[in-house]
């Protein structure tokens, strides 16, 4: 076996130590497992700005109960293991899995291939890693450099931010689509049906889709790589995300439409329990009144995308036209609703009306109102945050 510690090591990289920093804000731990020697790792390790608090060998590293080297790894700070054997590196993988961390582990020979394939992300060296290491792991840098890590960390995190931007905006339109359905039940016959089967069908199929796919090209958060790593625990769907859908926007957006619903109504002449079918004198005003409530539901839509685009961050730290084809979806569907309001077949198809210019604007702040009500629930998140991180700060 070849004495490594022997042989002059190289230079970091450009842009190694700016990853590094980038992994460290983003709450990633780094621990060097190698097989060099431990005062050349440490040095190298410092250099690039990784804490080497303590140098581990490793045959005292192998020779280290479960217990205590799950308790070493607990302990804050980074650890270099040198002269680690692959067996070494598969039980440090191991151990903090069993300690719950989600473990990357890096590397280019054949001794690396159980770690790579034991870790949940194994991740070898494209240009001068083995074949074996490449088959074993689970993502190959094509360019050998570790900065490359930190951009796939990035992507992901926007991959999965943007996934939960699309449930969220599909959910909150649940509430406004089936509370008219249940106040119609529970009226006893009383109040009109303020939204047809064939309105929600041009909502879920019409007017949702563009802007939901829209959310998934939205760029990443300002604060994407500040966050903590979230825990394995966490669901795609969380009761906050719920919270959000449920019980703010949408409870606003079915509020919203109800009201333009019997605003309308009321306007028309209509009283509770007054027929309303066709043939009668307040059918037209009933058609009125659905359509009122259908154009509000997507009113509250556009409202929902915009503050579907952030997380936690406020809409103006992103740019509130940076998302082009949000944009363009948004006119699209805002032309689509103009267009079943206004050409006949369509309105006989999905039993519409032209609307009178006063519900027009009464329509308008509808968004503001949906997207700011999320908005001060961010703002009141963030500002909670703050003050939790000023209180758990030392002196």
């Given at each position: 076996m070849p004495d490594r510690a022997r042989r002059t090591p190289r230079p970091p990289r450009p842009g190694v130590a700016e990853a590094v920093a980038?992994?460290?804000?983003?709450?990633?731990?780094?621990?060097?497992?190698?097989?060099?020697?431990?005062?050349?790792?440490?040095?190298?390790?410092?250099?690039v700005g990784i804490g080497a608090d303590r140098v581990i060998p490793g045959p005292e590293a192998d020779a280290l109960p479960e217990p205590q080297l799950d308790a070493?790894?607990?302990?804050?700070?980074?650890?270099?293991?040198?002269?680690?054997?692959?067996?070494?590196?598969?039980?440090?993988?191991?151990?903090?899995?069993?300690?719950?961390?989600?473990?990357?582990?890096?590397?280019?020979?054949?001794?690396?291939?159980?770690?790579?394939?034991?870790?949940?992300?194994?991740?070898?060296?494209?240009?001068s890693?083995?074949?074996?290491?490449?088959?074993?792991?689970?993502?190959?840098?094509?360019?050998?450099?570790?900065?490359?890590?930190?951009a796939a960390v990035r992507e992901g995190r926007r991959v999965y931010d943007n996934i939960r931007k699309f449930v969220l905006y599909i959910f909150v339109h649940a509430v406004p689509e089936i509370v008219p359905f249940l106040l119609f039940a529970l009226s006893g016959g009383?109040?009109?049906?303020?939204?047809?089967?064939?309105?929600?069908?041009?909502?879920?199929?019409?007017?949702?889709?563009?802007?939901?796919?829209?959310?998934?090209?939205?760029?990443?958060?300002?604060?994407?790589?500040?966050?903590?790593?979230?825990?394995?625990?966490?669901?795609?769907?969380?009761?906050?995300?719920?919270?959000?859908?449920?019980?703010?926007?949408?409870?606003?957006?079915?509020?919203?439409?109800?009201?333009?619903?019997?605003?309308?109504l009321r306007v028309g002449g209509w009283y509770p329990g007054a027929p309303v079918g066709p043939g009668t004198p307040l059918h037209g005003v009933y058609v009125q009144a659905t359509t009122a409530t259908f154009a509000t539901i997507v009113a509250c839509q556009v409202g929902t995308a915009f503050a579907a685009r952030t997380e936690r961050s406020s809409l103006r730290s992103i740019g509130v036209l940076t998302n082009r084809p949000l944009l363009g979806a948004i006119a699209a569907e805002l032309l689509f609703v103009v267009g079943l309001c206004?050409?006949?077949?369509?309105?006989?198809?999905?039993?519409?009306?032209?609307?009178?210019?006063?519900?027009?604007?009464?329509?308008?702040?509808?968004?503001?109102?949906?997207?700011?009500?999320?908005?001060?629930?961010?703002?009141?998140?963030?500002?909670?945050?703050?003050a939790t991180k000023v209180l758990a700060s030392p002196g």
């Open positions: 980038a992994c460290h804000s983003a709450g990633i731990t780094i621990h060097v497992v190698t097989g060099d020697n431990g005062r050349t790792a440490a040095e190298i390790a410092r250099e070493l790894l607990e302990e804050p700070g980074e650890i270099v293991f040198s002269r680690s054997t692959p067996e070494g590196k598969l039980r440090i993988a191991e151990a903090l899995q069993q300690l719950g961390h989600v473990v990357a582990m890096t590397g280019d020979g054949v001794n690396d291939a159980p770690a790579l394939h034991r870790a949940d992300i194994g991740v070898a060296m494209g240009r890693g083995t074949d074996v290491a490449r088959e074993a792991a689970t993502m190959i840098l094509t360019d050998d450099d570790f900065a490359t890590i930190v009383l109040i009109p049906l303020p939204l047809t089967v064939l309105q929600i069908l041009a909502i879920d199929l019409g007017t949702e889709i563009l802007p939901a796919l829209a959310l998934g090209r939205e760029r990443a958060e300002p604060d994407i790589m500040t966050r903590r790593p979230r825990p394995r625990t966490e669901h795609l769907i969380s009761r906050r995300l719920l919270l959000r859908a449920w019980a703010v926007m949408g409870t606003i957006s079915a509020c919203l439409a109800l009201a333009m619903f019997f605003v309308v206004t050409i006949p077949s369509l309105q006989l198809v999905f039993g519409t009306a032209p609307l009178p210019p006063w519900v027009v604007v009464l329509m308008i702040p509808c968004p503001l109102i949906v997207w700011g009500a999320d908005e001060l629930l961010r703002w009141t998140e963030r500002r909670r945050g703050r």
